[in-house]
């Protein structure tokens, strides 16, 4: 009879410490020797992982009231503009802030340094109000001074992404990393194998309410996340072959470590935040076992020219060719980099096999799974508003 | 014999004389020259790869010196902040050298400084800035 195994039973299992559980890298492995059915029968849960630059995070923070109170309405973080509009002492710092006078440190820095228990300085205006007085404050707040300070995080762990060069006889600086010119290098992203949404491309347990690994402690995802594209074409073992899905995702920051939350600046771009994320996919069947089987030459994606306008498509790579050092591309042998990290990423599935292993994470069945046939819309430019 | 990078500083006052000349001749060391500035009346900064014996390498340093010259081992130049390093890749991107390479085994990034050219292409790439060289000051 085909193996069915329930969220609960898994869970019972790990309470007693006899849940069985595999990084994805290792039951990758593992598949070169064992049918879906056979490891469905023998592991319980695979963990994912990544940790790669997310421009798409930031941080929700209160900061208590001052006596007498101020209604905030512009304020700076260590000089870094966070948001006014979410009442009176609520802000939300995006990691790509800054101040266009200092590029080099922005939201992604402030965040971190909230982490490591830094102090800010906040610096804040409102108009003053009958309930709200004041009209600036200048004080200094770290981790312990703040009511809550919560990482939300609209659009994190693309499923996939683009392989990035430049045809130009330009220098390009992007997120993806300073790109040669004429095609001299190029970069990927993604942990291949290793990567959350590739183990669960149709996202049969990856839903609104998992609980997974952020930043350091325990998160939840909460939405799918900005951009979420179900639309995007796919390779024979069910891969989108360019970036697709996404998460948005909910921690408490307080509780995160530099470790796996780190701020980055790139050179003639701006500010970044690398995301240490891990998902437990729990092995309930035959047909989830040979999802996170999938191994880095069966998931391919998109070669893309980041130097012309469009960033058009020039080929087709898979993950075991970008991890060898080069790529052919049009008749072109390309020298190949990572641009976020697989020695982290790994650390992170080890960590959240190990926290699985000793009982202290539980799986947990989403309580909505993300919609289907989701599209992209682009922006039109309308001419003349709305007049 | 041996081979090692260096990294030479002139003085303005040295910026005429024939010191690479005299490294060749008088010493029988070969040069490779993998980067040089020179601002006359001002300073120069010379990356050569210096090949001979281990005499004739001690004896070419220390000519250099004499004439006011610094010689230190390149790698004394180039710093690299190991601890805070996440390994993302970034620097390998643009390292043509192949001083800056990802191990393929563990993914961490692994540093040659004998293999590096001085182009400083990875000061920038590094997204947190990790590294710090020496070259003209």
């Known amino acids: 009879m085909a193996i069915q195994k329930t969220y609960e039973e898994i869970n019972e299992k790990i309470r007693r410490g006899e849940a069985v559980v595999l990084t994805a890298e290792e039951v990758s492995q593992m598949a070169l020797t064992c049918t879906p059915e056979e490891i469905a029968e023998k592991v319980d849960v695979v963990t994912t992982a990544t940790f790669g630059a997310m421009c798409s995070s930031g941080a929700i923070v209160n900061f208590g009231h001052a006596n007498p109170p101020i209604r905030m309405e512009k304020i700076r973080l260590n000089g870094v503009p966070a948001y006014e509009g979410l009442a009176a002492v609520d802000t939300y710092i995006g990691a790509t802030a800054c101040d266009p006078e200092n590029p080099k440190y922005g939201g992604a820095h402030v965040i971190q340094d909230l982490v490591d228990g830094k102090d800010i300085e906040l610096e804040a205006w409102g108009k003053g109000t009958d309930c709200y007085p004041r009209k600036h404050i200048k004080t200094v707040i770290n981790k312990e001074t703040v009511n809550e300070m919560i990482l939300f995080n609209p659009r994190n762990a693309y499923q996939n992404y683009p392989v990035a060069v430049n045809s130009t006889s330009q220098m390009k600086y992007t997120y993806m990393g300073s790109l040669l010119p004429n095609m001299r290098n190029a970069t990927y992203s993604t942990s291949g194998e290793l990567s959350p949404l590739l183990n669960d491309p149709e996202m049969k347990t990856i839903g609104i309410g998992t609980r997974i690994f952020l930043g350091g402690t325990q998160g939840f995802v909460v939405w799918p996340g900005t951009q979420f594209n179900t639309s995007k074409p796919k390779n024979e073992f069910g891969i989108p072959v360019g970036n697709s899905a996404t998460l948005a995702v909910m921690g408490n920051l307080k509780e995160m470590s530099s470790e796996f939350l780190q701020a980055a600046y790139y050179e003639k771009y701006g500010v970044s935040l690398f995301v240490g994320i891990g998902i437990p996919i729990p092995v309930l069947n035959a047909d989830i076992a040979k999802n996170v089987s999938i191994r880095n030459e069966q998931i391919e994606t998109t070669v893309c020219d980041y130097g012309v306008e469009g960033s058009p498509a020039l080929g087709r790579v898979n993950y075991a060719e970008l991890r060898s050092g080069e790529i052919e591309v049009q008749g072109k042998k390309i020298r190949t980099a990572p641009v976020s990290s697989l020695s982290k990423a790994r650390k992170i599935a080890e960590i959240l096999k190990q926290s699985i292993l000793a009982g202290e994470f539980e799986i947990s069945k989403p309580v909505q799974m993300f919609p289907t046939n989701t599209s992209l819309k682009s922006l039109k430019e309308v001419k003349g508003g709305t007049e | ?137």
């Open chain 2, 1 to 137: 014999m041996q081979k090692k990078r260096y990294v030479l500083k002139f003085p303005p006052q040295s910026g005429d004389q024939p010191f690479s000349y005299h490294l060749v001749k008088d010493f029988d060391i070969r040069i490779n020259i993998l980067r040089a500035e020179v601002w006359p009346g001002k300073t120069g900064s010379l990356v050569l790869e210096l090949e001979g014996t281990t005499t004739n390498l001690k004896n070419g340093i220390a000519y250099l010196q004499e004439n006011q010259v610094s010689c230190e081992p390149l790698n004394k130049k180039i710093t690299w902040d190991n601890a805070r390093c996440i390994s993302c890749g970034n620097c390998t991107a643009v390292c043509f050298a192949g001083a800056l390479q990802m191990d393929p085994e563990k993914w961490e990034l692994q540093f040659d400084p004998e293999k590096c050219i001085v182009c400083e292409l990875c000061v920038p790439a590094c997204p947190l800035n990790l590294f710090k060289i020496d070259f003209r000051e």
